[in-house]
């Protein structure tokens, strides 16, 4: 630990796995009082125990239960300084087998979460005068898609958008509003429900060579969680290997090489 986010309160929703709890963990590392939030409450509160932290059960498409885990926050620990809002849901479904009602669900814990996040922040941080508000946004939607992700791009890419315009509101009251664009990342929900070949392609996909961890997401969210992203408000980080970069499938020519 070197103490980069020492005195800091930080709220990381959607934390009892994968990329949240990596987040929450390396906050916690560097010296940040941490609150999990997460519908799972036996996860989250595991989560919570092995870094200390406290847990809040918080469904984040309820703008009310928001706001109590941020009332919480602020009454254990007298402020919140940093919000992460991670919490997300991928289901794979065509848009012509998707119903209004999977879209709302989507968009609604995706999206409507994280503008609810934002809300709910805005109170004490508008009054310390200092916060950083942190989504975890995706390189589906923003940049790239698949069959089976509308819903999932358009709250994705709709993140995005709430980034940019939530900087430029809150830039005044010293908050300033940042995302991580992960790409393949090798969560524990990812190792269920894809195959071992599925895997292998995308590695083979990646010009690094290799999914991101849990780890690496939170590092990005660690740096525009910490005094050194001070300057930097409206935009987002890719966290993907490289994946975004290759035009073509020929991307792995090395001369020197055989
Ligand atoms: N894993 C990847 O490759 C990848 C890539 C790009 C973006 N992302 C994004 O990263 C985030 C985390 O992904 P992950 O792979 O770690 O997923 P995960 O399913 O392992 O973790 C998501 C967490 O959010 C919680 N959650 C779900 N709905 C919630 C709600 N309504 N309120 C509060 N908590 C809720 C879950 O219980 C879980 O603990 C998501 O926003 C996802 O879209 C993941």
Redesign the pocket.
């Known amino acids: 630990m070197t103490g980069r986010l020492e005195g800091k309160v930080a709220l990381v929703?959607?934390?009892?796995?994968?990329?949240?709890k990596a987040t929450a963990v390396r906050f916690a590392e560097e010296g940040a009082r941490v609150i999990i939030?997460?519908?799972?409450r036996e996860?989250?509160e595991a989560s919570a125990r092995e870094i200390g932290a406290l847990f809040v059960d918080?469904?984040?498409?309820k703008l009310a239960a928001a706001e109590a885990a941020v009332a919480l926050a602020v009454e254990r620990f007298g402020r919140l300084d940093i919000v992460v809002q991670?919490?997300?849901?991928?289901p794979w479904q065509l848009l012509e087998q998707t119903s209004v009602e999977d879209w709302d669900r989507v968009l609604g814990?995706?999206l409507r979460?994280s503008f609810i996040a934002a809300r709910a922040a805005l109170v004490p941080m508008k009054q310390q005068g200092y916060g950083r508000i942190l989504f975890?946004s995706?390189?589906?939607g923003p940049h790239v898609t698949s069959p089976g992700h509308g819903h999932?791009s358009a709250s994705?890419a709709g993140i995005n958008g709430l980034i940019r315009a939530a900087a430029l509101e809150f830039a005044g009251y010293g908050i300033t509003v940042n995302g991580v664009e992960?790409?393949?990342?090798l969560?524990?929900?990812?190792q269920l429900h894809r195959s071992p070949e599925f895997i292998k392609g995308m590695e083979d996909a990646i010009p690094l060579g290799r999914l991101g961890s849990?780890r690496d997401v939170a590092n990005a969210f660690l740096f525009l969680a910490s005094d050194e992203a001070a300057y930097i408000t409206g935009t987002t980080i890719v966290v993907d290997g490289g994946q975004l970069l290759p035009e073509g499938a020929d991307f792995r020519i090395m001369p020197d090489r055989p």
């Open positions: 929703i959607g934390a009892a796995r994968g990329i949240g939030a997460d519908t799972e996860a989250g918080l469904d984040i498409s991670n919490a997300g849901i991928y814990v995706n979460g975890t995706s390189i589906t999932y994705k992960p790409g393949n990342i969560t524990e929900a990812i849990p």
